[in-house]
């Protein structure tokens, strides 16, 4: 097994290292280019890859560009998968995209390219059952006030300072009006019910009252917290909000 593994960490210096000699059981009189269909097979593998999870960098920066800037960064050695998963593979791509002077002038890469990340991850979360109004209403005032909510699996909260909903709107739909790119605070609510990525773009109080819940603070305490910056609050409508779209899960008394 071990010199299975070392064969195995040769096979990779020799393709990924241009000063690694070539592995003497390679025989062939041109190596280097035998080589090279599988580590070009590898990088394509891995581009593909980044184009299914980012499917709307694609749209922004173009085939050719992305396709650039996916091929650099597969070739860096500290981005390579650490297992077989590549639905594991490739949260680090919007960092990266962020520090490519060429694309200093689309500062919002980076925040639209974690908003993609969160939905890939929300697709490959377990089902779960769901909570119903019947479920709430079969509570006592005092249960009610006193439990805690806690999301569907597939929930994630995701907070930017960029219109990421106007850029994905320009996404789903190019021949609706463009508009002046300024920064905004967005707050988006990501999640999978029923075998379908749904994106709902939310009030700050409705996020606000979601972070706290993710806190697993009470329901009066995520109230109480929200209250204190949005006097306005509605937690019926919230409340309904989550109902309706099946964003929760569980609920502890």
Known sequence: MQKLKQTQNDFYHTMFDNKAPILPFIKSDHPDERLNIYKQTILENLRHALEITYPGIWSLLGKACADSAAYVFCSKAKKFPVSGNLDEWGKDFPEFL???????????????????????????????????????????????????????????????????????????????????????????????????????????????????MVKNLSLSECVENTEKEYSDFNIAEAIGFLMDNKLLSSMIK
């Open 98 to 212: 962020a520090l490519q002077p060429e694309l200093s002038g689309l500062p919002y890469l980076k925040t639209y390219g974690e908003y993609e990340w969160l939905k890939h991850l929300a697709y490959g979360q377990l089902e779960s059952d769901y909570v119903n109004y019947a479920d709430l209403s079969a509570l006592s005032e005092n249960d009610l006030a006193n439990c805690k909510l806690h999301f569907h699996p597939s929930v994630y909260l995701m907070q930017s300072d960029y219109p990421i909903d106007k850029i994905q709107e320009i996404i789903e739909q190019p021949d609706v009006p463009g508009f002046e790119l300024t920064k905004k605070v967005t707050c988006v609510v990501i999640a999978r019910p029923e075998n379908c990525i749904m994106t709902y773009w939310v009030p700050p109080e409705y996020f606000l009252f979601f972070e706290n």
